[in-house]
T-cell receptor
Framework: AQKVTQAQTEISVVEKEDVTLDCVYE???????LFWYKQPPSGELVFLIR??????QNEISGRYSWNFQKSTSSFNFTITASQVVDSAVYFC???????????????FGKGTKLTVNP | NAGVTQTPKFQVLKTGQSMTLQCAQD?????MYWYRQDPGMGLRLIYY???????DKGEVPNGYNVSRLNKREFSLRLESAAPSQTSVYFC?????????????FGPGTRLTVL
């Protein structure tokens, strides 16, 4: 069965610090997709990134960067120069195909609550 | 273009009452999903619908029923609510576009069962 582990339950940093959120996954599929979602205090889920298992290139988007390492089954997320607005719960997720070429189930980790203090 | 909408946003029920959570999407997606989020548990799939007219169980279907009314709408029904169903419910939809199949989530329904 597929599984996503986010070992860090809560992290607290001071503004402008860099912070890395860890994500380790388990799957028997050779093709899969990994995701990060942000859930701010308002409760909605905000899509951050989707990564194909065949693409191990690291990605940077502004202050956000993602490090995908297939060898260690990890997909870690780094926020550089954190800001108070980054305070949220962050979820890592792994896709599992439900139907051929159609529906996918997202298997979520339990989330990491990030608090950025001024 | 509203994306995925859910009603109601909040609901309080007494044990044994029934209710239906509504979800609609305007992106012409074939696949729709219902997840529940419990504290410290992440999201778990309750039911999904791969296309209009089909529905299938997810990870935690007990106590729920669903209806894919048409391509736009996918409702979740609690026939006899229990305190264990206190949760935040998210509806989502998705469609393959090339190699991309992002799931779009609604804003959620916060349900409390007393």
């Amino acid at each position: 069965a597929q599984k996503v582990t986010q070992a860090q339950t809560e992290i607290s940093v001071v503004e402008k610090e860099d912070v890395t959120l860890d994500c380790v996954y388990e799957t028997r599929d050779t093709t899969y997709y990994l995701f990060w979602y942000k859930q701010p205090p308002s409760g909605e889920l905000v899509f951050l990134i989707r990564r194909n298992s065949f693409d191990e290139q690291n990605e940077i988007s502004g202050r956000y960067s993602w490090n995908f390492q297939k060898s260690t089954s990890s997909f870690n997320f780094t926020i550089t120069a954190s800001q108070v607005v980054d305070s949220a719960v962050y979820f890592c997720a792994l896709s599992e195909a439900l139907t051929q070429g159609g529906s996918e189930k997202l298997v979520f980790g339990k989330g990491t609550k990030l608090t950025v203090n001024p | 273009n509203a994306g995925v909408t859910q009603t109601p946003k909040f609901q309080v029920l007494k044990t044994g009452q029934s209710m239906t959570l509504q979800c609609a999407q305007d992106m012409n997606h074939n696949s729709m999903y219902w997840y529940r989020q419990d504290p410290g548990m992440g999201l778990r799939l309750i039911y999904y619908s791969a296309s209009e007219g089909t529905t299938d169980k997810g990870e935690v279907p007990n106590g729920y029923n669903v209806s894919r009314l048409n391509k736009r709408e996918f409702s979740l029904r609690l026939e006899s609510a229990a305190p264990s169903q206190t949760s935040v419910y998210f509806c989502a939809s998705s469609e393959w576009v090339g190699t991309n199949n992002e799931q779009f989530f609604g804003p959620g329904t916060r349900l409390t069962v007393l």
